[in-house]
T-cell receptor, first 113, second 114 residues
Framework: KAGVTQTPRYLIKTRGQQVTLSCSPI?????VSWYQQTPGQGLQFLFE???????NKGNFPGRFSGRQFSNSRSEMNVSTLELGDSALYLC????????????FGSGTRLTVV | AQSVTQLDSHVSVSEGTPVLLRCNYS??????LFWYVQHPNKGLQLLLK??????LVKGINGFEAEFKKSETSFHLTKPSAHMSDAAEYFC????????????FGGGTRVLVKP
């Protein structure tokens, strides 16, 4: 079956712009989480959605937001981009919760110039 | 609060020799523990998971890990390294207090020499 699909794979944006990243989970998976990966900070949790509700949120500013649709697809939005937002953004899906394990997508590489 | 420490940032092994990647965790509640692997410019692939069943967990590609509660460790091993094992490995913890948030270790980069 198809894995977790993230689009686009690469993005280049200018400081101050906003960006929307998309994640399509594995069919039947209802939990979608987002992570930011940078060389300096490693992998950090952004937020988790389950059945269109945000269940958990990491320590990121309000410029980072997300949502989940009724088909479990999720989007992440970053407004007023800063140079430090340059990172690999990874999406992960699970049937329900941590005990099932998470399947990660290949990520979206965002570069802010 | 949950946390993970990977004791080695880099490990170098010869092809055909054993691999040991060390991980210690901190968790106030019954943790779930995972090992993920990331090849260059790729996403993360789940190697194995521990979720309170058998303490010796077997994963894909010949990897296994042992959960030791008394030592708060979850070390990853493989009897014989292959060139394709060269990648970065992450030890991950999640406990019930954190919901489904995964906390990642800093990663261990594995180099396999021919």
């Amino acid at each position: 079956k198809a894995g977790v699909t993230q689009t686009p794979r690469y993005l280049i944006k200018t400081r101050g712009q906003q960006v929307t990243l998309s994640c399509s989970p594995i069919s039947g998976h209802r939990s979608v989480s987002w992570y930011q990966q940078t060389p300096g900070q490693g992998l950090q949790f952004l937020f988790e959605y389950f059945s269109e509700t945000q269940r958990n949120k990491g320590n990121f500013p309000g410029r980072f937001s997300g949502r989940q649709f009724s088909n479990s697809r999720s989007e992440m939005n970053v407004s007023t981009l800063e140079l430090g937002d340059s990172a690999l953004y990874l999406c992960a899906s699970s049937p329900r919760d941590r005990n099932y394990g998470y399947t990660f997508g290949s990520g979206t590489r965002l570069t802010v110039v | 609060a949950q946390s993970v420490t990977q004791l080695d940032s880099h490990v170098s092994v010869s092809e055909g020799t054993p691999v040991l990647l060390r991980c210690n965790y901190s968790s106030s509640y019954s943790p779930s523990l995972f090992w993920y692997v990331q090849h260059p410019n790729k996403g993360l692939q789940l190697l194995l998971k521990y979720t309170s069943a058998a303490t010796l967990v077997k994963g894909i590609n010949g990897f296994e890990a042992e959960f030791k509660k008394s030592e708060t460790s979850f070390h990853l091993t493989k009897p014989s390294a292959h060139m394709s094992d060269a990648a970065e490995y992450f030890c991950v913890v999640s406990d019930s207090a954190a919901g489904n948030k995964l906390t990642f270790g800093g990663g261990t980069r594995v180099l396999v020499k021919p």
